[in-house]
């Protein structure tokens, strides 16, 4: 009869291989928390005692102008910063889908459509997305076309979605040709057509590998909504400029700043989670 898993003790050898192991991990810990403390102490200590630190947190780090300023910041920062953000995300991820398996196809009557899906890439991963706003926001109004709306926050986010599409797509573009071509061959033989294998085969695999960039661009398409205000839209970033323009105090640019922290790091610290989950189910059937 087989000894009950409850029943088993550990080896005096793996007892003190456990024991090494808990100490070396003691003194890991208490070096990195040791020259964490030492390194930003000393920032903090050497940016506190410089010269002109009196006038940079009078004019950055006002509580009074941070109460002022506060809700027509957080204001314009949920409004269009946030809202933005949440709006073009489904639309980014629609075109660059699109765009990718286009690019993908290789039937003749499909040339078109893909040579304008090249344009497309190349045009606005070509341009700044300041540039694009800018020409969305204030020429394309001016043309006066019927069905174009006046609106100039439509207009930043219709420009928004287009650039970060073109960068998408590519991301998509890249982890469907990572995709081994047997798995096409598979679904041939299991008789799906071209279509039916990207959508139930590759598209799948490939946006599980893509994930990580996936959302380093959603990252950069976070804080891009900031680029809203150039085309005189009252984000949390203009609403910051206006006050600072009015009461000459800086302290709602570093609220703003904050905030947008609030929002990167956490989705920051998700992707870098994905990256490893993805690692490590790549690599687990090699150990």
Known sequence: MSTPVEDWVPSAREVERRGLRRERSRRDLAVATVAAVVVIGGLVVGLVLSPGWPTVRASFLSWPDAKASFHAVITGFLKYNVTGFLIAEPFILAIGVLVAVTRGTVSAAMFPLRVLAIVYTDVFRGLPTYLVIILFGFA????????????????????????????????????????????????????????????????????????PPLL???????????????????????????????????????????????????????TDWVGRRAMRRQFAGSR
């Open 140 to 211: 394309l109004p001016g043309l006066q076309l019927q069905g174009v709306p006046k609106n100039t926050f439509w207009l930043g986010l219709v420009a928004l979605v287009l650039c970060y599409g073109a960068y998408v797509a590519e991301v998509f573009r890249a982890g469907i040709e990572s995709i081994h071509p047997s798995q096409i061959a598979s679904a041939d033989t299991l008789g799906l057509t071209r279509g039916q294998a990207m959508r139930h085969v590759v598209l799948p695999q490939a946006t599980r590998r893509v994930m």
């Open 216 to 270: 380093n661009d959603f990252i950069s398409l976070q804080k891009d909504t900031a680029l809203l205000g150039t085309i005189f839209i009252f984000d949390g970033l203009f609403a910051a400029q206006d006050y600072a323009a009015y009461a000459f105090n800086y302290t709602p640019i570093t609220m703003v700043g904050a905030m947008f922290l609030c929002l990167t790091v956490p989705l920051t610290r998700f």
